[in-house]
């Protein structure tokens, strides 16, 4: 993360943006970029949003871990929600 490449404490926003990266290695099967945003493939990128969030340069805008398991949880049952045609 940014902060640990400027030599920064460790934090929980460390380990979200790792998972951001981790979203990207998993939709893209290529390693991500140390630094820079990248943007998911085309099939992943409804979970975009997701991802820049938890790569945000600065750690206090990352979003928490509930937050962050929160929005994957609403995001994929919007999608079951459209796929199925549920109102």
């Known amino acids: 993360s940014s902060e640990q490449f ?3 404490f460790y934090s929980f926003s460390t380990d979200i943006y790792s ?3 981790m979203i990207y290695y998993i939709a893209s099967e290529n390693m ?3 630094s820079g945003n ?4 085309k099939e992943f990128e409804c979970f975009n949003s997701i991802y820049i ?3 945000d340069e600065i750690p206090s805008n990352r979003p928490n871990i509930t937050t962050l398991i929160n929005d994957f ?3 994929i049952n919007d ?3 459209k796929n199925r045609c549920i109102n």
């Not at 990248?38 to 493939?41: E, T």
């Open 79 to 81: 999608k079951i929600k």
């Open 53 to 55: 969030k938890c790569i």
């Open 32 to 34: 991500p970029k140390i």
């Open 38 to 41: 990248q943007s998911l493939p």
């Open 19 to 21: 998972i951001g990266k």
């Open 6 to 8: 400027n030599c920064n």
């Open 73 to 75: 949880y609403n995001h």
